[in-house]
């Protein structure tokens, strides 16, 4: 059903939620993974702090470097990964379309009302806007 799964990450707790659920959907359909990291160039201008900003693309790699260690233990074999940089949503929506993508699973905190209102959130946009099926995952709660 699906052959090419995208799966956004910034490296937190709630996209690693995702990544295994992304994971699960690619072991599942014998599908390709696609990992990407977004560098939030509204935030950081790379011509203005590019410190901060070699900074967040060394943060990407190493989320992109996690999440092909949990798919290869989870024996994906196909794995695509990159770093984005622009509006997050924007680069999310561009790599779907510009690769064939089949479904797209993001995390979400879970965040309403006000706090998500002031917040923003990319997963929404890209819920709302995306041509492709998006799977959201809720960050999973520790248990003690």
Request: net charge negative; glycine share 6%; charged share 30%.
């Amino acid at each position: 059903m699906y052959d090419d799964i995208l799966v956004p990450t910034d490296g937190s707790a709630c996209a690693a939620a995702a990544v295994e659920e992304a994971i699960g959907h690619a072991n599942t359909h014998d599908a390709r993974l696609h990992v990407l990291y977004v560098v939030d160039e509204s935030r950081v201008p790379a011509e203005e702090q590019p410190e901060l900003y070699d900074a967040l693309e060394a943060e990407g790699e190493e989320a992109i470097a996690d999440a092909r260690t949990r798919a290869k233990a989870a024996d994906v074999t196909s794995i695509r990964a990159a770093i984005g940089a622009g509006a997050p949503h924007q680069v999310i929506l561009d790599y779907a379309d510009d690769n064939g993508i089949d479904l797209i699973v993001m995390g979400t905190h879970g965040r309403s009302g006000f706090e998500r209102a002031l917040l923003g959130s990319v997963t929404e946009r890209v819920l709302r806007t995306a041509d492709q099926p998006v799977l959201t995952v809720r960050e999973r709660e520790e248990t003690a």
